[in-house]
């Protein structure tokens, strides 16, 4: 197993299981406990993980955010088989946007590859599309190293002046009473533009997603018309979306 892999696998557990001692991890992956060590102290430098005593725990900090590149490479086959079941709701000549993140790049990459106008405030979500024939438009705005995305008063201005047959939308954290939220006001205002001019909503979003609270409310799930995830939702957030009347695929 490389490190990279470790690494995500330490990610994964310590989640699912909301914390692992440094002898679990050792003993489930087969590395010594100093190199799970070594691991926990990369991971917390990283924002991935937080140690604890003995052991690391789930980041829980609503307004931290981990990069883009720490985000892409985790739960890769879960983002890409929510990405295939998702892509099929494009039809030809919608107009289509594409909120920045890493599984709604996913979606991009398995999107037919002609046929409807892309929308999207991240420029190589863009570049993705714009390497096949679809015809790309950008927000434009200030881009956030941390997410690659671009927000502001430009991209703002952009979308409230734009209509979309469909929108795939990313989230940091889904919850039954907050609804979908995320770290940065900027992108937060950004999601909201894009959901006020959607005719219609589908967020994409894995179950590391679930019961997970960030800063910023985008939307509650009543302004959901499809939920593509790759898990059945647990209790409450089940009950919440089936309230709202929102169609849940991807976890039977």
């Known amino acids: 197993m490389l490190p990279a892999e470790r690494k995500r696998t330490i990610v994964q557990l310590v989640t699912e299981q909301d914390g692992c001692s440094v002898a679990t991890l050792a003993d489930e992956l087969e590395f010594s406990k100093a190199t799970i060590r070594r691991d926990l102290q990369d991971l917390e430098s990283e924002g991935r993980i937080e140690r604890s005593h003995g052991g690391a725990v789930p980041v ?9 590149d720490q985000r892409e490479v985790d739960r890769l086959e879960e983002k890409q088989a929510i990405a295939a079941r998702a892509s099929e709701e494009i039809r030809d000549g919608h107009v289509v946007c594409f909120d920045a993140g890493t599984t709604t790049t ?7 590859d002609s046929g409807y106008v892309g929308v999207t405030n991240m420029p190589e979500l863009g570049l993705e599309l714009a390497d096949r024939d679809v015809d790309v438009k950008l927000t434009g705005g200030t881009v956030r190293p941390r997410s690659h995305a671009c927000v502001g008063p430009a991209a703002e201005s952009f979308l409230d002046q734009r209509n979309f047959d469909i929108l795939f939308l990313g989230a940091n954290g889904v919850t039954a009473d907050t609804g979908l939220s995320t770290p940065d006001e900027d992108e937060a205002a950004v999601k909201r533009a894009m959901v006020a001019n959607a005719r219609r909503v589908v967020l994409v979003a894995d179950s590391s997603k679930f019961g997970e609270r960030s800063f910023v409310t985008v939307a509650d ?5 499809l939920f593509v995830t790759d898990e059945a939702l647990p209790g409450e957030l089940a009950d919440a979306f089936a309230e709202a009347d929102v169609v849940v695929t991807g976890g039977d």
């Open 221 to 225: 799930p009543d302004e959901i018309d």
């Open 60 to 68: 829980s900090s609503a307004g931290r955010e981990r990069s883009y």
């Open 106 to 112: 996913e979606v991009a990459r398995v999107a037919p």
